[in-house]
């Protein structure tokens, strides 16, 4: 029988961690794909040609699917039982392809509420332009028995 | 109801104050899928076992295959052919390119000047997990209208919008908030629908 991966557990996990660095190489197939599975088929998600009439430099990224990579860092970190509550996150730069996207984050607090461990991160994607996302995560994580 | 000798402020706080949230609209095109999940994580290489293996997720809090949460969006979007319903107009276009340009708060700031678009902040909730086979409905419409702002891009205004998305036992299942600026480009080549 196949095993669960471990998750993190609340009570292992100290204001001030910082979760491990993830980078996401922004092909233009990961732009795009990521685009097509969000059901967005605006033309400047694939289409560099009509980006270019549009005044952007090339295609870009949607918001949609930033949300996405944001959920898959914070549960690459934490753990399938992770269990998220909320994702509040602010653009900036676009992700423009060639470049990468370089994920920090870092624990801000933490609580118990009703026997419920509840954490906040403070969640950073960065392109070579800058920061393309600042963002909140709030998650539930398992407590030890 | 507006005033010609009103200023652009007033005018759109007038809006807001008009506001009602529609109704749950029809319901989405699609159910909540495997397919569209695997595409999904495919694309975001999200390999959490609990949105694609059974046996695993039945393991997981959850206790069997649940959707991505940032996945919620994806559910109500109208699809290549404008199909899949789910939102009406005015509540529909904030979560794709900022609003109707030719009635409403986004006409007046059109004619003002404030003409590219650029969405700047999405906040989602979640009550909970949605699984395969959950029918979504949403609901939602214009929440506020800030002052005129100066940015990096341009003078503008931020517009944001709340959408509630509902399942098929008419329980809240998530909610979410999108914030877009509408600004007089600061020069030329600024970008109309520049994101998202």
Known sequence: MKTLPPSKNWADVKVGDELPELVIELTPTVIISTAIASRDYQDVHHDRDLAHKKGSKDIFMNILSTNGFVGRYVTDWAGPNAVLRSVKIRLGVPNYPYDQMRFSGKVESKELVDGEGRLELEIRGANQLGDHVKGTVQLVLPTRA | ?196
């Open chain 2, 1 to 196: 109801m507006s005033e010609p000798d009103q200023s652009l402020d007033e005018r759109l706080q007038e809006y807001v104050k008009a506001a009602v949230p529609s109704p749950p609209g029809p319901p989405a095109r699609d159910p909540v899928n495997r397919p569209m999940i695997h595409h999904w994580c495919d694309a975001i290489g999200d390999t959490n076992p609990i949105y694609v293996d059974e046996e695993l997720a039945a393991q997981s809090v959850h206790g069997g295959l649940v959707a991505p949460p940032t996945m919620l969006q994806a559910w109500g979007m109208p699809g290549l052919r404008g199909r899949g319903p789910s939102l009406p107009e005015h509540a529909r276009a904030p979560a794709l390119v900022g609003g109707n340009r030719n009635r409403g708060p986004v006409a007046l700031l059109h004619e003002a000047g404030y003409t590219s678009v650029v969405a700047t902040d999405s906040e989602q909730e979640y009550k909970r997990y949605l699984r395969p086979g959950d029918v979504l409905r949403m609901s939602g419409g214009l929440e506020s209208i800030s002052s005129e702002k100066k940015t990096a891009l341009g003078d503008g205004y931020f517009v944001t919008n709340k959408t509630t998305y509902w399942d098929q036992n008419d329980e809240v299942v998530a909610e979410m908030r999108f914030r877009i600026l509408w600004f007089k480009p600061r020069r030329r080549g600024g970008g109309e629908e520049s994101q998202p």
